[in-house]
């Protein structure tokens, strides 16, 4: 059972350049989110995708874009990354957002901006 | 105040011992509770839906005190495997949004 897959699992960039984060799952669910997560901070939402064609800014969007490709994929793009953008992305999927259902994470990307 | 509120810890605990941890939510309307873990540079996973009667699965059980605005995680007979971070999560609004995930809770289990 793959779940929620991300690729790449680790990946270190410089300064400027820029990245494309994936994500799959594969439960036929409904949302997609993207969190980033530093110590001491816990987690944090970047964007979300509560169902196919939508996108809503989370408590972090600056600096990233998502696209919802389709139901399956959600990826999330760093433009010009920055050494603040150091962090583990967790991806996860829910069937629908909000009441009632739980979240599924895929084991994350650990990126690093030199 | 913030949504979602927990004790960071250390929990340092001995092998057997039992542990509690809570967490307080802020919006009264929350419908939503849960429990994850999270171990050391992984990912998130679901440990218990917690529901308004209270549930218990094996040796964890969750309550929920809508009236005092808690959810609590009892660990009965710790376990070496227990040692992670517990994240309390709630969702915080109506309709479709997305759970709010609290700082979690490090519990470490000692021999």
């Known amino acids: 059972n793959a779940g929620v897959t991300q690729t790449p699992k680790f990946q270190v960039l410089k300064t400027g350049q820029s990245m494309t984060l994936q994500c799959a799952q594969d439960m036929n669910h409904n949302s997609m989110y993207w969190y980033r997560q530093d110590p001491g901070m816990g987690l944090r939402l970047i964007y979300y995708s509560a169902s196919e064609g939508t996108t809503d800014k989370g408590e972090v969007p600056n600096g990233y874009n998502v696209s919802r490709l389709n139901k399956r994929e959600f990826s999330l793009r760093l433009e010009s990354a920055a050494p603040s953008q150091t962090s583990v992305y967790f991806c996860?999927?829910?069937?629908?957002?909000?009441?009632?259902?739980?979240?599924?994470f895929g084991d994350g990307t650990r990126l690093s901006i030199l | 105040r913030k949504e979602v509120e927990q004790d960071p810890g250390p929990f340092n605990v001995p092998e057997g011992a039992t542990v509690a941890f809570n967490c307080t939510y802020s919006n009264s309307a929350s419908q939503s509770f849960f429990w994850y873990r999270q171990d050391c540079r992984k990912e998130p996973k679901l440990l218990m839906s917690v529901y308004s009667s209270g549930n218990e699965d094996g040796r964890f059980t969750a309550q929920l005190n809508r009236a005092s605005q808690y959810i609590s995680l009892l660990i009965r007979d710790s376990k070496l495997s227990d040692s992670a971070t517990y994240l309390c999560?709630?969702?915080?609004?109506?309709?479709?949004?997305?759970?709010?995930f609290g700082k979690g809770t490090r519990l470490s289990v000692i021999a």
């Open positions: 996860a999927s829910s069937e629908i957002g909000g009441v009632g259902q739980p979240q599924h």
């Open positions: 999560v709630v969702n915080s609004h109506s309709g479709n949004t997305p759970l709010v």
